[in-house]
């Protein structure tokens, strides 16, 4: 997760200064969501307009904010926050969200309020994925989080989802590369994208390069309900990889051939091949910012999948890049990392630590022409 002071999507050489993050600022209004400002119901103020953007991805699995000032080739972090609620918990088997799971989320939506509110943030764009879409009282949270909160989230498609997810991530991509197959594995569901062509600019917008993209029904939430996530053998593994393989098919069908291009590689962004990069490097606490932007080769990737599958439930979730939240979706999202590998043989895999809420605020920010005019006026 990105860290306070960190400047994100920043394509200049390591060490270029960004601007130094303001202090939150008494005037400006707290943000309700969608882009707009808004006023907290519950705690109404009157301000006048900041700098900082907020960004907001509640998932299947969990609850994501940024809160981020714009920096001259990029943005820079001034809050984060990330707590897995599971959401989504149960969605397997039936198709309504759980009252445990709405009360947890809740209560990591209200942390995430006082958050924005304690940054000034401005602009915010609050948005719910794959469990809100699929569950049968998804409308009814979403009412219930606007009425007990004030906050407005804004449950997007599949289309939307994966275009946010190539946004947040694409700036890593090899620019040499003449195709990327980006994707980002979730709790519920799986994005997948093709871009086509050399980056001219990391500013850019990348969805432009979009050649094709899916969004695949499984997530390592709903993978590991169906198949169990504790104990598998490496005949439950293969079940769960032929499950996806057979998702993944009209996707490889359409772009298959890019895996032929010079300089083709894979760019993941998801805390299965995060995960995976942090066991790579041994790390003994996860650190982002070693992780985010690091490259595995094919063979390293398929060592510590082999590893994960002969490591017992209580060791990976001892491990300090999974931990006990994880332990048991771990290896469903290499299950998923999987089919996507042979389907998309690389010699390269680019790990992100960065997504759909990156993605949000490089569009609320080029919406606002920031780098344009060098930040809001």
Not at 273 to 297: A, E, F, K, Q, S
Request: proline share 6%; charged share 25%.
């Amino acid at each position: 997760m990105p860290v306070k002071d960190e400047v994100v999507a920043q394509p200049e050489p390591p060490g270029q200064n960004a601007p130094v993050s303001a202090p939150p600022s008494p005037h400006a209004p707290p943000c309700h969501g969608n882009g707009r400002p808004w006023h907290g119901r519950h705690h109404p103020r009157y301000f006048q307009n900041g700098h900082s953007y907020a960004a907001l991805d509640l998932g299947t699995n969990n609850c994501r904010l940024l809160v981020a000032e714009p920096a001259p080739y990029g943005f820079r972090v001034m809050d984060a926050f990330s707590r897995i609620v599971r959401l989504g918990e149960g969605l397997g088997f039936a198709n309504r969200l759980s009252e445990a799971a709405i009360e947890r989320t809740i209560e990591a939506l209200r942390i995430c309020k006082h958050k924005m509110e304690h940054r000034s943030a401005s602009r915010a764009r609050l948005v719910a994925t794959e469990a809100c879409r699929l569950a049968d009282n998804g409308a009814a949270f979403v009412a219930r989080v606007n009425d007990e909160l004030g906050m407005e989230l804004e449950v997007v498609d599949r289309r939307t989802e994966a275009y946010l997810a190539v946004t947040g991530c694409a700036a890593l991509a090899d620019p040499r590369a003449h195709a990327v197959v980006i994707f980002d594995i979730g709790g519920g569901s799986t994005e997948i994208a093709c871009l086509d062509g050399k980056a001219a600019s990391p500013l850019q917008d990348p969805t432009k390069r979009i050649r094709a993209w899916d969004s695949l029904p499984v997530g390592v939430v709903t993978l590991a309900e169906r198949h169990g996530g504790v104990d598998v053998t490496r005949a439950a593994f293969e079940a769960m990889v032929e499950e996806v393989t057979d998702l993944l098919g009209p996707f490889e069908l359409a772009v298959g051939s890019a895996a032929y291009l010079p300089e083709f590689h894979l760019l993941g962004t998801s805390g299965t091949v995060t995960t995976v990069g942090g066991i790579h490097l041994r790390l003994p606490r996860y650190d982002r910012r070693r992780v985010d932007g690091m490259w595995m080769n094919d063979s390293d990737v398929t060592k510590v999948i082999d590893d994960l599958l002969d490591t017992p439930f209580d060791q990976r979730a001892a491990n300090p890049c999974i931990g006990r939240d994880r332990a048991d979706l771990v290896l469903a999202g290499c299950a998923i990392l999987e089919a996507i590998r042979r389907a998309f043989p690389a010699d390269r895999l680019r790990i992100a630590d960065r997504g759909l809420r990156e993605g949000i605020l490089m569009n609320l920010m080029r919406e606002d022409g920031v780098w344009r005019r060098g930040g809001r006026g």
